[in-house]
């Protein structure tokens, strides 16, 4: 895999060995990012979440496009190793990374000194919809998504009619849904008037 665009452009990372990390593929990653920037300006400084990180790609992807921190969680040691010699090779201090040993579906609480502008959430396809958006809902709710943060979840086999059940009793608004082949992505943001109502 390499880094589509940014300053880090056309630079190499590698994936976890094994079959237990699915990467984001270079196509599905930059219509993740163009979809991104048309929403959000750019990614200038941003402070990034990738949740389910596995190899990092797509926090590294926005740290290349202007992003100022990312956040990578992961509960793989191996993942988490791949993250750290992906940031030394792409030259990503501690002051731009932060690698953490988390599993944010059991413990999402050790976030709460961090927010959040961007979030990816690409989980592994066994773990249900509605598990994940309970997690984005949570992060909302406890303000490490920014109000005004665009969270991103990648995943297969569910309808945009489906999805959009999922969030019928949230404050979370689809506000767009793109298929690339069999991936499926929700783009979700924090809608305050359905916070109220």
Same mark, same amino acid.
């Given at each position: 895999?390499?880094?589509?665009?940014?300053?880090?452009?056309?630079?190499?990372?590698?994936?976890?060995?094994?079959?237990?990390?699915?990467?984001?593929?270079?196509?599905?990653?930059?219509?993740?990012?163009?979809?991104?920037?048309?929403?959000?300006?750019?990614?200038?400084?941003?402070?990034?979440?990738?949740?389910?990180?596995?190899?990092?790609?797509?926090?590294?992807?926005?740290?290349?496009?202007?992003?100022?921190?990312?956040?990578?969680?992961?509960?793989?040691?191996?993942?988490?190793?791949?993250?750290?010699?992906?940031?030394?090779?792409?030259?990503?201090?501690?002051?731009?990374?932060?690698? %953490?040993?988390?599993?944010? &579906? /059991?413990?999402? *609480?050790?976030?709460?000194?961090? !927010?959040?502008?961007? =979030? #990816?959430?690409?989980?592994?396809?066994?773990?249900?919809?509605?598990?994940?958006?309970?997690?984005?809902?949570?992060?909302?709710?406890?303000?490490?998504?920014?109000?005004?943060?665009?969270?991103?979840?990648?995943?297969?086999?569910?309808?945009?009619?489906?999805?959009?059940?999922? %969030?019928?009793?949230?404050? &979370? /608004?689809?506000? *767009?849904?793109?298929?690339?082949? !069999?991936?499926?992505? =929700? #783009?979700?943001?924090?809608?305050?008037?359905?916070?109220?109502?």
């Amino acid at each position: 895999m390499r880094i589509i665009a940014g300053s880090k452009r056309g630079q190499s990372i590698d994936a976890p060995a094994g079959m237990n990390t699915r990467p984001t593929t270079d196509r599905v990653r930059e219509s993740l990012m163009s979809s991104i920037m048309s929403r959000k300006g750019s990614f200038d400084g941003c402070c990034v979440l990738d949740a389910f990180a596995g190899s990092g790609a797509l926090a590294f992807e926005s740290l290349s496009r202007g992003a100022v921190h990312a956040t990578l969680c992961d509960i793989s040691r191996d993942a988490l190793s791949c993250i750290k010699r992906n940031a030394t090779r792409l030259g990503y201090s501690v002051y731009a990374v932060s690698v %953490l040993h988390l599993d944010l &579906l /059991r413990d999402c *609480a050790r976030l709460r000194t961090r !927010s959040f502008d961007v =979030a #990816f959430f690409d989980p592994p396809y066994r773990i249900e919809a509605r598990v994940v958006v309970s997690l984005i809902n949570a992060l909302f709710i406890e303000g490490i998504l920014k109000p005004d943060a665009l969270a991103v979840y990648e995943f297969s086999n569910v309808s945009q009619e489906d999805f959009s059940e999922l %969030l019928d009793h949230t404050p &979370l /608004r689809l506000d *767009a849904y793109k298929s690339f082949g !069999s991936t499926r992505c =929700a #783009f979700l943001v924090y809608d305050t008037q359905r916070e109220r109502n």
